[in-house]
């Protein structure tokens, strides 16, 4: 086992052992607080938010991924080509509108909650895959996808069987990079209510705790890396395979 892989599964593990026991790490955090301020934040379950933030960006980054990939997939066909602009620019929009904005305009339709805040995350993270699923698609080797033709494949075959797996790789660092952003970007889903971490980070900011702080921003930090680290190795694994396939 490489040093790398080590030093990731000591921070999955410390991270395990602080959301299920915090009060373990008093002591440490205890370094930040004054004026007798609790030093593990105590308005909630570390360990149900956290949970719930992953929640939320999960099921923000899969609706981002089903419609960008679908977009992209349309767009690359011949009857759909036509709507390369204005899926680029459907996709653009999301990043154009800062998270915030999106929040307080989807308030005032879906309330307070969570709501919001998955459209938030799910505008934020259609840019990445989308460019990603396009350039996978778009940038195929000519002789794997002549032989497919050759061969008698229908369009649906040759995309399900040849260009969705060659452009996997491709696709799925567009879904690292959106999953990264969302998790940091979640955090302010707190500001409408929503239960993220972020609710950590604010109630540290209020009270003037940094330890609630550092929890709040710790938590996000190493979810993010592992997760990155996660996908990023899924990635390679996936782009190796795709090397070994006989042409």
């Not at 373990?24 to 205890?30: H, I, M, T, V, W």
């Not at 999960?58 to 899926?87: H, W």
């Not at 709501?115 to 505008?123: G, R």
């Not at 890396?225 to 694994?237: F, H, K, N, P």
Request: aromatic share 8%.
């Amino acid at each position: 086992m490489s040093w790398g892989n080590l030093v990731r599964l000591l921070a999955l593990g410390v991270l395990g052992v602080f959301l299920a026991y915090p009060e373990a790490f008093a002591g440490f955090f205890s370094l930040f607080t004054k004026n007798n301020q609790p030093a593990i934040y105590n308005q909630g379950n570390l360990l149900d938010i956290t949970l719930n933030h992953l929640l939320i960006v999960g099921a923000a980054t899969l609706a981002a991924t089903l419609i960008a990939v679908g977009l992209a997939i349309i767009v690359t066909r011949p009857f759909g080509a036509e709507f390369l602009p204005v899926s680029r620019s459907l996709a653009n929009a999301g990043q154009t509108f800062p998270p915030v904005a999106v929040l307080a305009l989807a308030v005032p339709v879906l309330g307070f909650g969570t709501a919001p805040t998955l459209v938030a995350l799910f505008l934020y993270g259609l840019l990445p895959i989308f460019e990603n699923t396009l350039t996978g698609l778009t940038n195929l080797p000519p002789a794997v996808t002549d032989a497919a033709r050759g061969m008698g494949m229908t369009g649906w075959q040759r995309l399900v069987k040849v260009e969705l797996p060659l452009a996997l790789p491709v696709i799925l660092a567009g879904v690292r990079l959106s999953t990264v952003i969302s998790l940091a970007t979640a955090t302010i889903g707190s500001t409408v209510a929503a239960r993220t971490l972020g609710e950590v980070i604010i109630a540290g900011l209020l009270s003037g705790n940094t330890a609630f702080v550092l929890q709040g921003g710790l938590v996000v930090g190493v979810l993010a890396v592992l997760i990155y680290d996660g996908l990023a190795a899924l990635e390679r694994r996936l782009t190796g395979r795709m090397g070994r396939l006989p042409s």
